[in-house]
């Protein structure tokens, strides 16, 4: 057994207003700079949709994630034989049409137009060249325009399900599905980066791309199957969803998480079995991926899994974190919360509440008592958001768990309005799905009334393997050889940016470590100027 810690975040859909607050903010906060006019970190979609960008789940196209070949896990964008074939034309990569072309309009021309007959218009123009644009898509194009037949056919996921359940789209509603970057236990975009910028930090599980390592060959683009990693045209760079680093080190949540209007996000410890994650990722049907990643997370309150996490480094008040994580709870005690395909074998760690806010509407329109548990759990499975569509989003197509989920929120919400309205709630509600009483009542505080510290357990950074956090407060990143850290990079920041980029692309590869290249010159940056250090061979006689 293999201890290790993971930052995690669960949503819960029911809550979510569809507001755009967390994409704003999220916006505003990491890609308000030039060359991400059309990244969204984060990004609410509406279901059913075709999602952002255009169609992303449909990895018969996409190639993203990974799949099974002879029993053994390889990328669905192939080996390096055939990512190296491609390395200069990717076909498997989205174009811009894909996401949207960023657009402002010209306000000039709407203010300072002379007088005339005519009266003057703001037309569009695009973000990335200025050039006139034509608006024919947006990461929230369908928004609010979910059940619409004209967006049914670019559903990826409502295409697999059966025609009887695309033709009760037409009658029903939309939810919304807020996304960022799964964070995975076995993230497919770290296994086909070449230049290996992309890395899975060792103390917290967040995933990150090393700037100074990356050499824009977008190739994690094309194998991140939710495609959340972007490339920025202008620093030549992939970017992504870094998780708020910054904030999860000094213990605060991420900023979609702090400003959420609905209250919908948590974020906590989970204790997991790293030698157990490339056999759940290889299991053979995929239906059973998602009762295999639960069995690679531990129970803190294990007194072997406690000895093994110290063992391994983990410091105590993460382990006490994991012990009051409401991640822990709603996946593993409560088990409502649910990973987002898991069929893609990455084993993500932001997992949704499915939402079952519609049957209690549907019941209360034939003139039912919506909050009956007898009429709850006889519609779940005529629910108007069918469980076929909900499993293909979460369980690979398994509508049990789905099943289940919704279940133990019905059961919740009767036995809760038993108890608002003064009356004795039934205990065979919560024997029914496999409750006690006293669990349906935690799970209602932390799902409706929990405050902010209980949303939010997040302990502060540790160095891994010191059991501490920094004593000098400096970023858990600028260490010795740590990626991006080099001396070289950050030259010319006090002096002008020219030298700055003149530093960053001739920075030689680390002098220390293991690294067997150590002192050969980065060639990939290399501008062409002058003879730099480790370019050639060091002549006879000359240090090495």
Not at 326 to 342: D, F, G, K
Request: with cysteine.
């Amino acid at each position: 057994m293999r201890v290790m810690a993971q930052i995690a975040m669960v949503m819960n859909l029911d809550k979510c207003i569809g507001c755009h607050t967390c994409s704003v903010t999220c916006k505003q906060t990491w890609t308000n700079r030039s060359g991400t006019e059309y990244v969204w970190f984060n990004n609410v979609e509406t279901r059913p949709g075709q999602g952002y960008p255009r169609g992303y789940e449909d990895q018969d196209r996409w190639k993203g994630g990974w799949r099974l070949r002879g029993g053994r896990l390889v990328p669905r964008s192939g080996g390096r034989v055939r990512r190296l074939a491609r390395l200069f034309a990717n076909p498997e990569l989205p174009m811009l049409d894909d996401y949207y072309q960023p657009w402002t309009y010209d306000y000039e021309n709407l203010t300072n137009a002379p007088l005339g007959d005519d009266v003057p218009t703001a037309a569009p123009r695009s973000l990335i060249d200025g050039s006139p644009a034509s608006i024919t898509w947006g990461p929230n194009w369908d928004d609010d325009l979910g059940g619409g037949p004209e967006h049914l056919a670019g559903d990826p996921v409502l295409r697999r399900v059966s025609q009887e359940v695309r033709l009760e789209y037409e009658r029903s509603f939309m939810f919304y599905l807020p996304r960022i970057c799964e964070h995975c236990l076995n993230p497919s975009c770290v296994a086909v980066c070449p230049s290996g910028a992309m890395y899975k930090r060792l103390e917290d599980g967040i995933v990150l791309v090393d700037q100074d390592r990356c050499r824009g060959w977008r190739m994690c683009v094309s194998g991140c199957p939710y495609k959340k990693v972007y490339f920025n045209h202008h620093s030549g760079k992939a970017e992504k969803c870094t998780l708020c680093y910054p904030r999860i080190e000094a213990g605060e949540p991420t900023v979609c998480s702090e400003t959420c209007v609905g209250r919908l996000r948590y974020l906590g410890v989970m204790l997991y079995d790293a030698d157990r994650v490339g056999e759940a990722a290889a299991t053979a049907r995929e239906e059973d991926l998602y009762p295999a990643q639960l069995d690679c997370f531990l129970s803190p309150d294990d007194p072997e899994v406690v000895a093994a996490a110290e063992a391994a480094g983990i410091p105590h008040d993460w382990i006490s974190a994991a012990r009051s994580s409401p991640v822990n709870a709603l996946i593993t005690r409560y088990r409502v919360a649910l990973p987002l395909h898991p069929e893609y074998r990455t084993m993500p760690m932001v997992w949704y509440v499915p939402p079952l806010s519609p049957v209690v509407d549907a019941l209360a329109g034939t003139g039912h008592d919506g909050e009956d548990a007898d009429n709850l759990f006889g519609a779940i499975d005529a629910l108007r958001i069918p469980l076929e569509y909900l499993a293909g989003l979460f369980t690979a197509g398994d509508t049990v768990p789905v099943e289940r989920a919704l279940c133990r929120l019905a059961a919740m919400r009767s036995h809760m309005r038993a108890l608002n309205l003064g009356e004795e709630p039934d205990p065979a509600i919560a024997a029914d799905v496999g409750m006690r009483p006293t669990d349906i009542e935690e799970m209602y505080r932390l799902l409706a009334l929990a405050k902010y510290d209980e949303r939010y357990v997040i302990p502060t950074a540790y160095a891994s393997g010191a059991g501490h956090a920094d004593a000098t407060g400096g970023c858990s990143l600028d260490v010795p050889g740590g990626p991006g850290m080099s001396e070289e990079v950050f030259a010319g920041l006090g002096t002008s940016m020219g030298a700055a980029a003149e530093a960053f692309h001739a920075s030689p590869l680390p002098a220390g470590g293991d690294d067997r290249r150590r002192g050969r010159f980065n060639l990939f940056g290399w501008d062409g100027r002058g003879r730099p250090d480790g370019l050639f061979p060091p002549r006879r006689g000359e240090a090495g």
